[in-house]
Structures are given as structure tokens and as C-alpha cells.
């Protein structure tokens, strides 16, 4: 059987990173380790579903976890997950930005109109 293409491995990466949960879950990650129980306290979500998206985190090798006394702890196994949340960042940065632009224009447009000058776009 041959190995499925590359872009589809990657939609499949991203759709795994494509969960509120999940990416919460690893920007509290780039912090350092933390205990479920945080996540639960930050999260506010019920534990049986944080459970289902750590394990597949876990599943996926962006995580690890291990145990600490009493408490499970998760960390992410590398640096790449958060240079990837860096480079979201970025993006949507620049993304919003532009629609701020677009919203001020719209907004000076509208406050044309309204006091009777023509609009400048």
C-alpha cells in the first residue's frame, strides 16, 4: 500500500491542531509542563473531554506526558509546535490588520456619506 501523499498528511496534521481545546491546550504547553489538573482549571471544560484531547495529542507525538507523584503531567515533545503557534500568530496578525484597514475605510466612508461629502473609495 502506498504511503498517502504528503499535502494530505498535512491537512491531516492540521486538522488534528484543528480543535479550540487542542490549541489552547498547547499554547498553556509552550509555557512548560503542567498538571491536567491546571488545564482543567484554565480550560473549564469537563475532564472526560480534556482527556479525549490530550490523548489524541498524546497519540499524535505533539505532546508526551508522564507522571509526577500523584499528578499526570503533558509537555510538548519539541520547539516545532511552538514556532508553528508563532508563525499563526504572525499571520493572523497581519490578516487582522488588514481588516482593520478595511474596517476604518468602510467606517470613513460611511462618516462621508452620513455628513453629505462623497466618499474617498
Not at 476604518?104 to 466612508?109: I, K, P, V
Amino acid at each position: 500500500m502506498a504511503a498517502p501523499p504528503l499535502y494530505q498528511v498535512k491537512a491531516e496534521f492540521f486538522r488534528l491542531l484543528g480543535h479550540p481545546v487542542r490549541i489552547r491546550v498547547l499554547e498553556l504547553l509552550q509555557h512548560g509542563p503542567r498538571p491536567v489538573r491546571d488545564f482543567l482549571a484554565d480550560l473549564q471544560i469537563e475532564p472526560s473531554t480534556l482527556s479525549q484531547h490530550l490523548a489524541v495529542l498524546r497519540r499524535s507525538g505533539i505532546v508526551v506526558s508522564y507522571r509526577d507523584g500523584v499528578n499526570v503531567c503533558y509537555e510538548l515533545a519539541g520547539t516545532d509546535v511552538a514556532d508553528l503557534l508563532a508563525a499563526a500568530r504572525r499571520i493572523l496578525t497581519v490578516m487582522l490588520a488588514d481588516r482593520d484597514r478595511l474596517l476604518d475605510q468602510l467606517r470613513e466612508s460611511d462618516d462621508a456619506t452620513a455628513s453629505g461629502l462623497a466618499p474617498t473609495a
